[in-house]
Nanobody, 126 residues
Framework: VQLQASGGGLVQPGGSLRLSCAAS????????IGWFRQAPGKEREGVSC????????YYADSVKGRFTISRDNSKNTVYLHMNSLKPEDTAVYYC????????????????????WGQGTQVTVSS
């Protein structure tokens, strides 16, 4: 089971990025996939999650209305579309997989995820 996160970079405030999380060794839609981020000196926080099977989507309050999570089963890839980026979105972003059908009270807890990608840096700065 491997996850490969990519798509980070430097973007100006108000800009957009699309992060990708490509899976190998398993069928991605059989797992819940979460995006987390960690800024220097801060704890890792849940950003968004798309659940296994018929998907439910969850978002942190700080990104609702700006970020969208999607899944392309034909490419075995989950995307995080990030719009209206703010300097406070600057962090290393990780994707992670969980075999559980996560719900609103659990999706943002890293303990429910058992496989993690390597992270991709997102920097929002003028």
């Amino acid at each position: 089971v491997q996850l490969q996160a990519s798509g980070g970079g430097l973007v100006q405030p108000g800009g957009s990025l699309r992060l990708s999380c490509a899976a190998s060794g398993f069928t991605l839609d059989s797992y819940s996939i979460g995006w987390f981020r960690q800024a220097p000196g801060k704890e890792r926080e849940g950003v968004s999650c798309i659940t296994r099977g018929v998907p439910r989507r969850y978002y942190a309050d700080s990104v609702k209305g700006r970020f969208t999570i999607s899944r392309d089963n034909s490419k075995n890839t989950v995307y995080l579309h990030m719009n209206s980026l703010k300097p406070e979105d600057t962090a290393v972003y990780y994707c992670a997989s969980s075999p559980n059908s996560l719900i609103a009270s659990s999706w943002s807890n890293p303990a429910y995820y058992n496989s993690w990608g390597q992270g991709t840096q997102v920097t929002v700065s003028s």
